[in-house]
């Protein structure tokens, strides 16, 4: 691990310390009342990564650490681990799911909602 990794790893466990004490101490602050508050690792962004096969075997290497497997569907892996309502994940989307769904989103000008609401 770098120094600049290292020194970006310290921040982020400070900032959420600091976050949980602030939180505790000022009890009329909310919270999100419902899902879960997600910590994502994009495998292709946030590691030394650089390939997407790399990338991948970074979500597995996650995985193991996590004690948990990978979810693979539709070009998307995820290793997360729950820690309450607080969830841990690393995440990687392949080139190919995010080109068919660029494709998907070539589609959207077509309907005009307006149209569909006044039939």
Known sequence: MSAAQHHHRRELITGLRALATFLDSHPRV?????????????????????????????????????????????????????????????????????VRREALDSYRDAIALDEIEGA
């Open 30 to 98: 909310p919270v999100p009342r419902y899902g879960t508050v997600r910590v994502s690792v994009h495998t292709n962004y946030d590691t030394d990564a650089t390939t997407e096969a790399e990338a991948i075997a970074e979500v597995q290497r996650i995985a193991a650490l996590l004690g948990t497997t990978p979810i693979v569907e539709n070009g998307h892996h995820v290793a997360g681990f729950d820690f309450g309502t607080v969830r841990f994940e690393a995440v990687l989307i392949t080139q190919a799911a995010m």
